[in-house]
């Protein structure tokens, strides 16, 4: 399937996916349902989950689960499909102390991550397009309708004046690297992330925080970007225990998920 018809498809069917898939207030949702909601947002690549596995649409296929019992390091170490959906995002232009040990997205699959945006560097150099932010040029994966989201993103907030302080200059999108500190993949690796002015950042680790011990929570950035990003299928680093205010990643399966379970940050 083409880059552009991957491109389109990824923004119409998450479009569908949030109106659709399930009644608001939902208690809880199956791992079942997460699973479709996860193919729905990845309709380029994924074809369905079924057997244990996802099965991806060029006939590849990966298990969903590892079957190893992990405490939360472990599952942020070295997560699977499972592992990567088991905390609901909440979503909205509310800001929200996290819980211990919270943090809904940062625990991936870097397989599947791989999957979906390449396993080099250079497989996910070469599907990064321009996108205008602030009179700059940020390179971000067009795979997943990735950049068509950041560019949306872009429109929304260049409109309000007085964000501009906070958004630019952007600290970074694509950048092969793990996460500071750990063994897993970042999301700037494959090109689906951007850090905002790293000027108002606030990062648990500055905070003197420890994995799994962070005293104190704090955020500069006003809501109403958070809640731009968010509406586009970003998720946000200032939602986590191990919180990373500067950082927004392109998870369109979370945003879903949480909308379908009834989740707000706004409760
Ligand atoms: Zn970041």
């Known amino acids: 399937m083409s880059r552009s018809i991957e491109r389109a498809l990824a923004s119409l069917t998450f479009a569908v996916s949030l109106a659709v898939a ?37 006939g590849d296929s990966m298990p969903l689960d590892d079957g190893k019992a992990k ?51 250079g497989v996910v150099e070469a599907s990064l397009v321009p996108v205008q932010w602030f009179g700059k040029t940020l390179r971000v994966t067009s795979r ?24 630019s200059p952007s600290a970074g999108t694509f950048n092969w690297r793990k996460v500071s500190g750990a063994s897993n ?5 494959f090109g689906a992330a951007i850090d905002i002015n790293t000027k108002y950042a606030d990062y648990w680790v500055w905070s003197g925080g420890k994995p799994g011990r962070v005293a104190k929570y704090s955020n ?17 680093g200032g939602r986590w225990y191990h919180y990373d205010t500067m950082h927004f990643e392109y998870r369109p399966e979370l945003i879903a998920i949480g909308k379908a379970a009834g989740v707000s940050a706004c409760r």
Request: charged fraction near 25%; glycine fraction near 8%.
């Open 22 to 58: 399930f009644p608001a207030g939902a208690a809880e949702l199956t791992f079942a349902q997460k699973l479709d909601l996860l193919v729905a947002a990845y309709p380029g690549s994924l074809a369905k989950a079924e057997g244990g596995r996802i099965h991806f649409r060029d």
């Open 220 to 236: 500069k950035y006003p809501m109403k970007i958070v809640d731009a990003f968010e509406r586009h299928g970003f998720i946000w």
């Open 71 to 121: 405490d939360h390091a472990e599952k942020l170490a070295n997560g699977d499909i499972e592992d990567s959906l088991s905390q609901i995002y909440p979503a909205g232009p509310c800001e929200r102390k996290p819980d211990v040990n919270f943090d809904p997205g940062r625990i991936r699959s870097d397989a599947l991550m791989m999957r979906l945006y390449g396993k080099s560097a």
């Open 144 to 167: 997943q309708g990735a950049a068509a989201a950041l560019e949306k993103v872009y429109a929304e907030l260049q409109a309000i004046p007085e964000l501009k302080a906070f958004l």
């Open 185 to 189: 993949m970042s999301v700037h690796s």
